[in-house]
């Protein structure tokens, strides 16, 4: 074959590789347990008075100001030039942190809309989702509430289920969860997050029967590990596999967690509380949208970190250590995923 031909071939498959590749878009879903994000109003339905101007924390609307500010860095850090498309938050106080966070922060020029409601939280907190209105159009939205039959009294943050129409037209099923704390003891309280996981793996479960490929996306602080049965057996949030089928779960933070890596540090040790587990037809590159196992990661920048003086390293670098405001950011570290179409 005439040596020029060859190369005029081989320019042309490389541009048509550079073109694929320029026509691919990123779709950036941020978690983030913002820790503690409450407004200075008394919620006489809450235990709130914490987070009061004149409660122990001294609570006062410079540092719910500062507090705002730096959600909004986070945010934009992971960005970049292209703000996150979906934030799944947890432990936002109410609707008004939500409209001073998108309206009043350095969020304000980015678009965001949210979906949230007032769950029965004890303390008030709840989960919500900002959205990029041209990358994710809303079509329903709910609260699935949880309700423990051994303890009635009892309550939680509600599950938040929204689905909505993507870029390429398709229906993604996102939901934001926050499960029961371990603060009573891991082992004493894992019964409760069972419980929690059961009742999202039964609207999962009527999605798959309803669609045998759908795109369902599920983000947030479980207070349990990927390897924890309340995940791997309850939940059945599978490591993702070489060959993955569009009818199970998959957690895109397994691999990270078993390495020693995460977004939470605990007796100086990091894991992996805050998950983002989707459908196998997520992690299919035939699909419309997809995303990859190593499309997954921590966000951890230099200011989202201190040095850990107890366990060497580094940790978190909090609002509060103990008592002592400091002016910092959460106990947990981000956590993204980068879908592309």
Not at 53 to 77: D, H, L
Not at 181 to 208: C, P, Q, T
Not at 279 to 301: I, Q, R, W
Request: net charge neutral; charged share 20%.
């Amino acid at each position: 074959m005439n040596k020029f031909l060859v190369f005029v071939i081989v320019v042309f498959l490389q541009l048509n590789i550079f073109a694929q590749e320029a026509e691919k878009r990123c779709f950036k879903v941020l978690c983030y347990n913002v820790e503690n994000y409450f407004d200075c109003i008394d919620d006489t339905l809450t235990n709130d008075s914490e987070y009061l101007p004149g409660g122990i924390r001294a609570w006062n609307n410079e540092k719910y100001r500062a507090k705002q500010a730096n959600i909004a860095k986070v945010i934009t850090a992971v960005g970049g030039w292209d703000a996150p498309a979906l934030v799944g938050l947890c432990e936002i106080e109410s609707r008004k942190c939500l409209i001073d966070l998108t309206r009043f922060s350095g969020l304000k020029n980015l678009g965001y809309k949210f979906v949230h409601y007032e769950s029965p939280d004890a303390r008030g907190v709840d989960v919500a989702l900002l959205y990029q209105p041209h990358m994710f159009k809303p079509i329903h939205n709910e609260a699935i509430r949880i309700k423990f039959p051994t303890a009635p009294q009892s309550t939680t943050r509600d599950i938040l289920f929204v689905s909505g129409v993507l870029p390429t037209h398709d229906t993604l099923h996102v939901f934001v969860c926050h499960f029961p704390s371990r603060l009573s003891g891991e082992l004493e309280s894992e019964e409760r997050r069972w419980h929690v996981a059961a009742i999202l793996r039964l609207k999962i479960d009527s999605i798959f029967a309803a669609n045998n490929k759908p795109n369902i996306l599920i983000m947030g602080d479980f207070n349990d590990y990927p390897t924890n049965n309340s995940m791997l057996k309850v939940l059945k949030a599978l490591p993702p596999e070489k060959e993955v089928q569009p009818g199970k779960l998959y957690n895109l933070m397994f691999s990270m967690h078993l390495k020693g890596k995460g977004s939470h540090k605990h007796q100086g040790e990091w894991g992996a509380l805050d998950q983002i587990i989707v459908s196998g037809n997520l992690l299919h590159p035939a699909s419309k949208m997809f995303t990859l196992a190593e499309d997954a990661h921590v966000f951890d920048a230099d200011f989202l970190l201190v040095a850990d003086e107890k366990f060497l390293g580094k940790q978190p670098f909090r609002t509060y250590i103990g008592m002592k405001y400091t002016g910092g950011f959460a106990d947990h570290l981000p956590v993204y995923v980068d879908f592309w179409y």
